[in-house]
């Protein structure tokens, strides 16, 4: 049975970081997707989920982008990440995206401070009013998309796999309009904050849409 | 199979994806992404990726009979894609001396450099190119590909730092791949990044740059660069691929046109661009070139360059070193275009060199309006994503010194005017 999400907007940042750091988060059985030789990519993505089962929230995903797995007569995936930080506003929502996903989180409540400019959206997000992290996504053109995206998970349970399909208007572009702010604070210790780009790459913003959850695959289990 | 199964039957999905999405396939078998790779490209040729490897049926002049990759049919179009910057590979003198060099020769070298495959045409071309470039000695690369990748595999090692512009051609990235050494990455043509990203570097450091970069066509801020290399104690390496025989005093390029000749370490370059032929070389002191000549696999490992060619290229070398009006000519039709350009509103970017993008900025519709300009009488190649960033795609024009005003008119009437029709430019 498929799980379905609707949010009003979600931003997100793709920053170049060394392929050494990002082989540190991931497990072994993920390749990160290089953007360079020696250049991996870093994600934030903020989501303002307005309808869910859970009501609706915010979330905060830092990832690491991965090779996706490809199987012949199985459609072809964007691309897929690996999750390796969550934070979400609502305690419901955590316990719901740790029990039926497997995504790791931080398990306190984070604040999400959504900032909208004239052409920009901006997440700011908190802890008990301390910041963790700001992400600015600047606009382009609007188009109406239907994409597919691979996440992967692990936990001390197994190894698991959701493909998420991306409903809605989305504005991508690598202009470089954008800005990611890390702060030295435990939910960022796997990164090496000096070595992220601060400049996106690319930037993705979708507004009124729908995240599609197909049932969670188990690739191996404890 | 549709490689997005699922979707509505018959939709079309090929501008949805592009080769970025077929690099990286995790799964149990290599083979894995080429079903829905073949599924793509069935779809995305027809709709505009014929345009690219289209089959000429002449020689790269300013004038070309090409054959269609849609229709099939063979059409004569101005030529603004090709390289050729001086218009000396169909010379008849070039011609001539690859003719004999073949009667003399035979096709092949038939060997690898360093064991049998030198001929006295080797010699002599590398003899000359040194000369040209006023440096010790040179040594000759089967292609320039070739010679970024090897040379720069030759001297740097596991632990070195290379930190390359951003938009540095492939064979600098292979380059630094095979290298196997820590590669950093500056924001294109920004002295401030290359600085933050020294900062960083220990040991041995190698800075690469090009002095024209190929999708651009803007020139490198050498000065700026050479300043904060040298501060850092980190050698340097440009590749004049585009700008060798073009610019500076004596056609030497980008280095000689900053009057930093000296001050720049290593001198690459190719034969394929200004001469219209292949083949790449480096330029520098003695030591330099039999050190290289030790070590660089990729030209140690290869047959060496067709004497035919190496013939050919010692022609047209000798005719861009004795005619600086060509190079006249060229800044001449680069300057003439640039104007009118600017008059009719095309944007070009922020070339400022015989390479000239002509901004369409709207990937989804790069393709129809590159079959527009061809069926119009122009050969002129899209680029898009994943070899410029997603909407920059654009139109690469390069000026050749042999196009008449009359073959740029008609290319600024037919760029504009689709453009226009297209509500690209107003």
Known sequence: MKTVYGYADVISGFFEFPTENARRILPPHLQPAELHHGTSIFSMTCFDFDRSSVGPYGEVVMSVVVAPIVKPGERLPKFALYPYMVGTTTRAAREHAIERWHLPHWMEDVGIEWVRDERTLGAKVTLDGTPLAELTIGEHSWQPVEQLYQSFMKDESGAYQANIVMEGEQSEHEEETGRLVLHDHPFNRVLQIGDVAEAPFREIWMRRGIQTFDPLLTLQTA | ?426
């Open chain 2, 1 to 426: 199979m549709d490689p997005v199964q699922g979707k509505d039957p018959g939709k079309s999905t090929f501008a949805e994806y592009d080769y970025s999405n077929f690099y990286y396939g995790a799964g149990d078998d290599p083979l894995n992404l080429l079903g829905p790779f073949s599924d793509w490209w069935r779809e995305a040729r027809p709709n505009g990726y014929y345009l690219y490897s289209e089959a000429l049926q002449s020689a790269p002049a300013t004038r070309v009979q090409v054959r269609n990759g849609k229709t099939g049919r063979v059409q004569e179009l101005i030529n603004l894609a090709s390289y050729n910057y001086l218009g000396i590979s169909y010379r008849p003198e070039v011609k001539q001396a690859a003719i004999d060099a073949t009667n003399l020769y035979g096709l092949g070298a038939s060997g690898s450099p360093i064991l049998s495959g030198t001929l006295e045409v080797h010699r002599q071309l590398a003899r000359e190119m040194a000369e040209f470039k006023d440096k010790e000695a040179a040594i000759l690369f089967p292609t320039g590909y070739s010679a970024n990748v090897g040379f720069i595999a030759a001297l740097m090692r596991s632990g070195d730092y290379i930190i390359l512009d951003q938009y540095s051609h492939a064979s600098i990235v292979d380059g630094a791949i095979l290298a196997k050494s820590n590669t950093l990455w500056f924001r294109h043509n920004n002295p401030l990044d290359l600085e933050r990203k020294l900062n960083k570097a220990k040991g041995k450091k190698l800075v690469v740059v090009e002095g024209v970069y190929s999708m651009d066509g803007d020139v490198c801020v050498l000065p700026e660069i050479v300043e904060v290399a040298k501060r850092h104690g980190a050698r340097i390496l440009i590749d004049e691929a585009h700008s060798t025989f073009l610019f500076g005093p004596n056609g030497r390029g980008v280095a000689e046109h900053f009057g930093l000749d000296n001050e720049v370490d290593f001198h690459l370059g190719t034969f394929s661009k200004s001469l219209g032929g292949q083949g790449g070389f480096v330029c520098g002191s003695r030591d330099l070139i039999d050190y290289v000549n030790a070590f660089g696999r990729s030209r140690f490992f290869s047959c060496n360059l067709a004497p035919p060619v190496a013939a050919g290229l010692l022609a047209g070398l000798r005719i861009a070193a004795a005619e600086p009006e060509l190079r006249t000519k060229l800044w001449s039709n680069v300057a003439y275009l640039r104007r009118r350009f600017a008059e009719e509103g095309v944007d070009i970017g922020k070339s400022t060199s015989q390479v000239m993008p002509v901004m369409v900025n709207n990937d989804a519709r790069v393709f129809a309006v590159a079959e527009k300009i061809q069926d119009r009488g122009l050969f002129l190649q899209p680029v898009t994503y994943p070899a410029v960033p997603k909407h920059k795609s654009r139109l690469r024009v390069s000026v050749s010194a042999a196009h008449t005003e009359e073959d740029l008119e008609t290319a600024v009437h037919v760029v504009a005017g689709v453009l226009r029709e297209e509500g690209i430019i107003r």
